[in-house]
T-cell receptor, first 115, second 111 residues
């Protein structure tokens, strides 16, 4: 299994509070991604990183920010959590070579509930 | 937003049969194609990837790609109950490092 961990694995928080999810990798891969998965919507990209301090938005980035100060860590922050951000959050890592995308490997996920 | 479409299923096959999962995509610039398996409550697991037109075989799994028709499929031979899961098709967006996922097809293999 790819060396990817996510913390916390489960979290319940109240509306309006800030929340930070952490993704940690031991593979030294350049690319890291945050997705959310919801019934009826599938996996959707929130933000991704292509290197330390290099990040870009995905399909559903509103209400989320990210930071990557080290190769191995990618943080996802919900500035002020809302009930619509209740979801399962997955981190993924990949390397890219040539043209196109390399294979992405997923972490175990974080189940977030906003009450 | 580029789209990836899959039949939502559920698809039900008897043990030992061939399961056929299909996926179409809208972005002609896509170059990388992936199949993931996801068990209930677990994270997606990469099972196949294909970059060139034609077939790619790995054990009981065969991925098929037809870029002209913008179609990618996954065949599972000798299906086992342990293959029961949701299968996700993913395609890279415009030749980039970003993937777009289909909503998945739920497969049930009946003993």
């Amino acid at each position: 299994d790819a060396g990817i961990t996510q913390s916390p694995r489960h979290k319940v928080t109240e509306t309006g509070t800030p929340v930070t999810l952490r993704c940690h990798q031991t593979e030294n891969h350049r690319y890291m991604y945050w997705y959310r998965q919801d019934p009826g919507h599938g996996l959707r990209l929130i933000h991704y990183s292509y290197g330390v301090k290099d990040t870009d938005k995905g399909e559903v980035s509103d209400g989320y920010s990210v930071s990557r100060s080290k190769t191995e860590d990618f943080l996802l922050t919900l500035e002020s959590a809302t009930s619509s951000q209740t979801s399962v959050y997955f981190c993924a890592i990949s390397e890219v070579w040539g043209t196109g995308s390399g294979e992405q490997y997923f972490g175990p996920g974080t189940r977030l509930t906003v009450t | 937003q580029k789209e990836v479409e899959q039949n939502s299923g559920p698809l039900s096959v008897p043990e030992g049969a061939i399961a056929s999962l299909n996926c179409t995509y809208s972005d002609r610039g896509s170059q990388s194609f992936f199949w993931y398996r996801q068990y209930s409550g677990k994270s997606p697991e990469l099972i196949m990837f294909i970059y060139s037109n034609g077939d790619k075989e790995d054990g009981r799994f065969t991925a098929q790609l037809n870029k002209a028709s913008q179609y990618v499929s996954l065949l599972i031979r000798d299906s086992q109950p342990s293959d029961s899961a949701t299968y996700l098709c993913a395609v890279n967006q415009g030749g980039s490092e970003k993937l777009v996922f289909g909503k998945g097809t739920k497969l049930t293999v009946n003993p």
